[in-house]
């Protein structure tokens, strides 16, 4: 009996030995199955400090697999390593596009190198500023004014066009009648200010310039009024819901809730015209887009981008490009080839920084100061020309608002009208290079075609530079094209008008 007893209770001391040993070894299996913060938070509430411990003990007590083994390898070699396949910074391939430290490096460069030239230029020539002698090119003669008399006299022209367009919106002129007064009134706008600046003579030509610029800006403005509004005629006429061709009346998107839209013939008012004269674009538009209201401070910092710039611009003018001009003023023939490159070398440098600073001071701090006055909302003035890779690209690019002029007014006509890209981008040149030399020639009172053969001769660069160039090479040919193009224009003006009056005078 006794013997049974101690049998049985060896055989249930063996039971429960097995069963302990049982649950060890599942309890070891599911912990396999947990990880280390599970366990922890199985193991039961302790603090966190101890929750950290058990963390430990069970990374560093727990079997590993060979997937866990490759990994504990991979990352020991990852470590140790040192290198990986990868591209330098400079190679196009590599991706990497943050350069500013470069292009500081560039900017201090040319500060201290033209900082240089402008000490030579102090010490040879001494201070030849003087605001003085600016404002008598404007003022030579202060009885007369002719370039201020040519610029009030364009309102005349300006009411020509509205109420010509009044008398056609009522059918009191007919279509044809309409297109001949707007061709007379279009073209008295360019022949009539140039026959004033070269038959006064007190017209200096800077007065003249600006006249002349006055009116090409308000004839590429009234030629967009016209069409914009037979445009929409012919879609009242149609009663056709949409014309491509017209931009007058947009959606609403374009416009805040406040903003009050006119439709044709409400808008043939005087206060729409002039508010359409005064605005920063050369395409017309029944109801422009309109910022919510005037920002304070934005409009005082291109104020004084404005007033700083064009101090800068004259001062530069007058202390480095005039000293390097003068001494240009000698004949062409009496000049070698090496003596030429030189001048133009020392000209090219000073003008594309005055030419800079004109696009910043023109095309940002300008027409950025006047679309504020009238919270004009289109404030896309320009886009990236500095990364041109074709000269197509640049000149779409640098003067967007001549730009869309072209486009919607000129190119885009010739081709409805059958002419190939070809041919209606070798129009839009030569539409350029006619107002450029207009612009130059006229104030100048001499005509060379300088400046339209210089226009002109985008049309093979474009070509070239096209088909043949890429990427960098491309936008290095665009830089040379307008650090070389200009200065070389300049240089021959400067020779004909030294051939004109100062050999003249000389004899």
């Not at 290198?83 to 900017?107: A, D, M, P």
């Not at 038959?199 to 009234?222: D, R």
């Not at 608002?401 to 486009?407: A, E, I």
């Not at 981008?425 to 130059?440: D, G, N, P, R, T």
Request: aromatic share 14%; charged share 20%; hydrophobic share 45%.
């Amino acid at each position: 009996m006794a013997h049974m007893d101690t049998t049985g209770a060896f055989s249930r001391k063996r039971r429960a030995t097995f069963a302990a040993g049982r649950g060890a070894s599942l309890k070891l299996m599911n912990e396999k199955c947990m990880s280390a913060s599970q366990f922890s938070v199985a193991a039961g509430r302790k603090t966190d400090s101890e929750a950290a411990k058990v963390d430990r003990l069970w990374e560093t007590a727990r079997p590993t697999t060979k997937c866990d083994k490759k990994k504990r390898n991979n990352d020991i070699n990852d470590r140790l390593s040192c290198h990986k396949t990868q591209e330098s910074l400079l190679s196009s391939s590599s991706g990497f596009s943050n350069y500013r430290g470069i292009l500081n490096w560039c900017v201090v460069m040319l500060i201290l190198s033209n900082a240089r030239l402008f000490l030579e230029n102090l010490l040879r020539y001494g201070v030849l500023v003087d605001p003085i002698q600016v404002i008598s090119l404007f003022l030579k003669d202060p009885y007369s004014w002719p370039a201020v008399c040519l610029v009030i006299v364009s309102n005349a022209f300006i009411l020509v066009a509205l109420y010509t367009e009044r008398q056609l919106s009522k059918g009191s002129f007919s279509e044809r009648a309409g297109f001949l007064v707007h061709s007379v009134n279009l073209t008295v706008m360019l022949t009539f200010p140039a026959a004033v600046v070269l038959v006064v003579p007190s017209t200096t030509p800077v007065g003249g310039a600006f006249a002349l610029g006055t009116y090409t800006i308000l004839f590429l403005k009234l030629y967009s009024y016209k069409d914009v509004n037979m445009w929409c005629r012919q879609l009242s006429t149609m009663k056709a819901k949409k014309l491509a061709r017209s931009l007058s009346c947009p959606s609403s998107k374009y416009f805040n809730v406040d903003d009050h839209k006119v439709c044709y013939p409400g808008n043939l008012t005087m206060r729409n015209l002039y508010y359409f004269a005064f605005a920063p674009t050369l395409c017309y538009e029944l109801n422009f887009p309109r910022s919510p209201k005037i920002r304070m401070s934005f409009l005082l910092r291109r104020l004084f981008e404005m007033v700083f710039l064009i101090q800068m611009l004259v001062g530069l003018t007058q202390q480095w490009m005039i000293p390097i001009i003068e001494s240009s003023m000698k004949p062409l023939e009496d000049m070698d080839l090496s003596r030429m490159t030189e001048r133009l070398l020392r000209l090219a440098v000073p003008n594309h920084l005055l030419w800079l600073m004109f696009f910043y001071w023109f095309f940002h701090s300008s027409l950025n100061f006047t679309a504020e006055l009238l919270r004009f909302g289109d404030r896309q003035f320009y886009k990236d020309w500095w990364n041109s890779e074709s000269v197509t690209y640049f000149w779409q690019n640098w003067n967007i608002p001549v730009h869309k002029w072209c486009l919607r007014h000129f190119y885009k006509p010739l081709l409805r009208r059958g002419f190939s890209q070809i041919v209606s981008q070798s129009a839009v040149f030569f539409l350029s290079a006619f107002f450029h030399e207009y612009l130059v020639s006229v104030p100048l009172k001499m005509f060379r075609l300088w400046a339209f053969m210089g226009m002109m001769a985008q049309l093979p660069l474009a070509w070239f530079v096209g088909h043949h160039l890429r990427g960098n090479y491309g936008n290095a040919a665009v830089w040379i094209s307008l650090i070389i193009g200009q200065p070389f224009a300049i240089l021959m003006y400067v020779h004909d008008y030294y051939v004109l009056h100062y050999r003249q005078e000389t004899h």
